[in-house]
């Protein structure tokens, strides 16, 4: 016999986790339309050139972490499952004309991502993001306004202790000279370079300020800093992003190394981190602006700003701070029968009940109603409703299992009873 897993960096949400997923969902949903903005579907999977284009070929995303899908013919387009959503939003823009609708178009994802990474904690091959998206506002006030929603999202989720770490990684203007200052330091220092860091020191200098490797730890920390090489146009964005974020109460720390994975971003770059966690490579979400990017997948120039936040990583950090579950949920009522074999009575009133919109489990199995009662107790059931004789009359038996009482209703007052009860607790 053959035994199937899930295949390796990927897991089943089982009903608890995928309740608690829910949840994260309805917090992003609910900010999404206060914030203003639209959720909208992309493909899971696009061109492999949007995400070489948009999120750079030698960045670990692309390079190392793409799930490229076999070719189904000869000539057919190369395509790679989305490690993101940002590419894939801002193809959508162009293909659709985005532009003219009104600025800026502000658009939110919320789904699964997928990266062939080194699973490990907090690190999986299929895992879902909150994205969301600004596009047409070049800022500054916009950029404290997504930062300021991503927080929020981790108040109202229940994460303690979530630090906003914020930096400025300048513009076409001032970053080629400081790349090439970057270079030259990193050049001076290349025997102590691993491998992937001193292939990626001629194409793109700035990821190994982002490198995961601990041999580059000492070396980035004494590496010279964007934030000393801002030309005043980025430095002043910078200041009024500050001033903004000051103004609505959000903390941060600037952090002068945060440069982002991903090639797109220029200007804002952020990230979410539990207080402490700060080290470890375990974002529990980032984002930054990327002016350049609507412009490289073939729109025109259009500035925009954006985040994703990982909800896996957010339930960890929920569940390490040890804060209450969400727990199951029981059900309102459970409709069981005197007559074990009668199953079509007990379905019917199921039915009924449901039709009006109730959350009822019905006992199908054909048990003595002693055992139907005592599931329904152990289940936390609000109520029972127990079918016998007087349905010929219609009327059923409504046993209250939390305060003991039984009585006599109508089968057409059933429903209006137990919604008003309803009403007045909680069930799921
Ligand atoms: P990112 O930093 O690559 O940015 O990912 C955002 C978040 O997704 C991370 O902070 C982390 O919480 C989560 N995440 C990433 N990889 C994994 C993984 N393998 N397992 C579990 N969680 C993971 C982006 O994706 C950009 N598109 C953000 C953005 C939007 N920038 C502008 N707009």
Redesign the pocket.
Known sequence: MPSYRAPRGTRDLLPDVRADFARLEGIARSLSVRYGYREMEIPLFEQTSVFERGIGEATD?VEKELFRLAPRTEESESWALRP???AGIVRAYVQHGMHTWPQPVKLSVVGP?F?Y?RPQA????Q?W?W?A?AIGDAGPAVDAEVIEMGRRFYGEAGVPDVQVLINSIGDSACRPPYLATLKAYFARHESELPELERRRLELNPLRLLDSKDPAMTALVAAAPKISECLCDACAAHFEAVRAHLDAVGVTYRIEPNLV???DYYARTAF?YYRRGAEGQQQ??????R?DGLVELLGGRPTPA??????L??VLLAIDESGAAAIGETSPLAVVVGADPADTVSRLRVASLLRAEGLSVRVELAPRKLGRQLETASKEHAHFAIIIGDELAEGNVQLKDLEAGTQRLVPLADLARELARAAKSHHHG
Do not use: H, P, S, W
């Open positions: 995303v993101e959503a940002t991502m990266r990474d907090g690190r999986f091959r895992f993001q994205d998206e982002r994975g991903l990230e974002a529990l979400g980032g984002g930054g990327y700003i954006g985040f994703a936040l990982g896996d990583r």
